[in-house]
């Protein structure tokens, strides 16, 4: 079956770094992405990675092994609006997205 | 634009009554889903269509209808509703599942009650 699996929920602390990670096994790759969710509010696009590697966005950097099926999530100089529910999804063999369970971040001051 | 936009915001049922949720992009998509996100579960794909008059079974299907008439329209029909139907609904879209297009943007979801 298909699956993918992140931490349930994870606390930082106000201008820290926070990892998430994120395994799968799925039917295929065709890019890893992640989602932002706060509570009550629909999911936001984050980064998309296709390649092994490192992309880097402002605060956020996401990065890509697909020999080992992993991904993490960075995030610098944490702010209080970030705490929110992170999502890792895969998009397999039919171009569908396979979703985790989903991080809740708790950001403490 | 006005992206992906949900009709009702929030709606109670009573066991056996049917509604539609009512979803709209304004982006030009070809693609367009329907999702449903229970606490604790990742998102699970109900429906999803690649084109108007195109539509194809997700991962739960059962209990469900759609139909895609125009670009813009995505319907999600629920007959005979039931408790385990309590969730949030999420539709979404994508220009395509290729090429870069792959993105899917959310519209901000129906929450729906049965009881």
């Known amino acids: 079956g298909q699956n993918i699996d992140q931490p349930t929920e994870m606390t930082a602390t106000e201008g820290a770094i926070v990892q998430i990670n994120c395994t799968y096994q799925t039917s295929g790759f065709n890019g890893l992405f992640w989602y932002q969710q706060h509570a009550g509010e629909a999911p936001t696009f984050l980064s998309y990675n296709v390649l092994d590697g490192l992309e880097e966005k402002g605060r956020f950097s996401s990065f890509l092994s697909r020999s080992k099926g992993y991904s993490y999530l960075l995030l610098k100089e944490l702010q209080m609006k970030d705490s929110a529910s992170y999502l890792c999804a895969v998009l397999d063999s039919n171009y569908q997205l396979i979703w985790g369970a989903g991080t809740k971040l708790i950001i403490k001051p | 634009n006005a992206g992906v936009t949900q009709t009702p915001k929030f709606r109670i049922l009573k066991i056996g009554q049917s509604m539609t949720l009512q979803c709209t992009q304004d982006m030009n998509h070809n693609y367009m889903y329907w999702y449903r996100q229970d606490p604790g579960m990742g998102l699970k794909l109900i429906y999803y269509s690649v084109g108007a008059g195109i539509t194809d079974k997700g991962e739960v299907p059962n209990g469900y209808n759609v139909s895609r008439s125009t670009t813009e329209d995505f319907p999600l029909r629920l007959e005979l509703a039931a408790p385990s139907q309590t969730s949030v609904y999420f539709c979404?879209?994508?220009?395509?599942?290729?090429?870069?297009?792959?993105?899917?943007?959310f519209g901000p979801g129906t929450r729906l009650l049965v009881l």
């Open positions: 979404a879209s994508s220009y395509s599942t290729g090429e870069g297009g792959e993105t899917q943007y």
